[in-house]
């Protein structure tokens, strides 16, 4: 089912249900009982797994294998931080106990790379440690793989997306352009050799690459290849759009500026960037009356936020 048959997904419970109605051993049942929780896990059922976690911390946590404990620490992280939908907002005051969860996954298997990945994105979201030295760790564990899965490769190469992230928000800019050319090199030679398919965080990861290129090194010519493979890579939104017409714009190309503003408002139409470089270069290529709505429409924006919050 992980393959993609996600047919399979019940066929594999009604074995698990099987072994442990079979098989009421205790030190057997944890295992199926592990199994059948990350069940769970691929199912996106949030109130079964912490059904399961109970079951499991703290008293039987050792019963957990190192792949058990890394998918579940690894889910309920994406819980915790991450958004809910409507019908588990009320789950999550029960989502607890994430760190020492992380922190067994890692020490049943130290060499986990994503046990690491884990690790290093909830030091992002609580603001803890230094996530850069957690995340190189994590490109040195899965570098010591001999092979991986898909879902493994994607985390790989977003490792080095977050990694020079947390290089930028330092202002060390060499090393995270470093990391971000050598996330783009390890995509490109996946996609050409083994057809993996682009991801919106991939894309994030060519946005973030042109970022240095438009605002660090002026690079604009690079900026724009960059920004084009964003989009391309299904990372499509205002804000790319918005550099990739100023840049089409300070270029001369005009009707090239007012495609992209365009596209972009598409995203966001009450980007305010937005409204005043499409009126500014239709105004520039004479459509006037174009223009002037743009014009109009950002005023608009710009009155009703200053009827908000003047005192």
Do not use: C
């Not at 399961?52 to 058990?68: G, V």
């Not at 915790?80 to 989502?95: A, K, M, W």
């Not at 690790?119 to 040195?140: C, E, K, N, P, V």
């Amino acid at each position: 089912a992980d393959s993609g048959d996600t047919t399979k997904y019940p066929l594999a419970k009604e074995q698990y249900d099987l072994l442990i109605n079979q098989y009421g051993e205790a030190k057997k049942q944890d295992t199926y009982l592990g199994r059948l929780m990350r069940y769970y896990i691929r199912m996106d059922d949030l109130a079964q797994v912490l059904q399961y976690k109970d079951i499991f911390y703290p008293q039987k946590l050792n019963a957990l294998s190192a792949d058990d404990l890394t998918e579940l620490s690894g889910y309920l992280l994406d819980k915790r931080y991450g958004s809910l939908r409507p019908s588990e907002q009320g789950l999550r005051i029960r989502i607890e106990d994430v760190r020492p969860l992380l922190e067994a996954a890692l020490k049943k298997d130290e060499s986990n790379p994503l046990a690491l990945y884990n690790l290093g994105r909830y030091s992002l979201f609580t603001h803890t440690g230094r996530a850069a030295d957690i995340f190189q760790s994590t490109l040195d564990a899965f570098k010591k793989r001999s092979r991986l899965n898909r879902k493994d490769t994607y985390t790989f190469i977003n490792t080095y997306r977050l990694l020079g992230e947390e290089y930028v928000d330092s202002k060390e800019y060499i090393p995270a352009q470093r990391a971000y050319n050598d996330g783009i090199a390890l995509f490109e030679s996946e996609n050409k050799n083994a057809s993996l398919e682009s991801t919106e965080d991939i894309g994030k990861l060519y946005a973030d690459l042109g970022d240095i290129n438009y605002f660090i090194n002026g690079a604009m010519d690079a900026a724009l290849d960059n920004y084009t493979q964003s989009v391309e890579n299904k990372n499509d939104n205002a804000s790319v759009r918005y550099k990739i017409g100023y840049i089409q714009y300070t270029n001369q190309n005009l009707r090239e500026a007012q495609g992209s503003f365009t596209l972009g408002l598409d995203s966001d139409d009450k980007d305010e960037h937005l409204l005043l470089a499409l009126a500014n270069t239709l105004s520039l290529l004479d459509s006037h009356w174009a223009a002037q709505g743009y014009y109009e429409r950002l005023l608009g924006i710009l009155n009703t936020d200053f009827e908000k919050f003047k005192v």
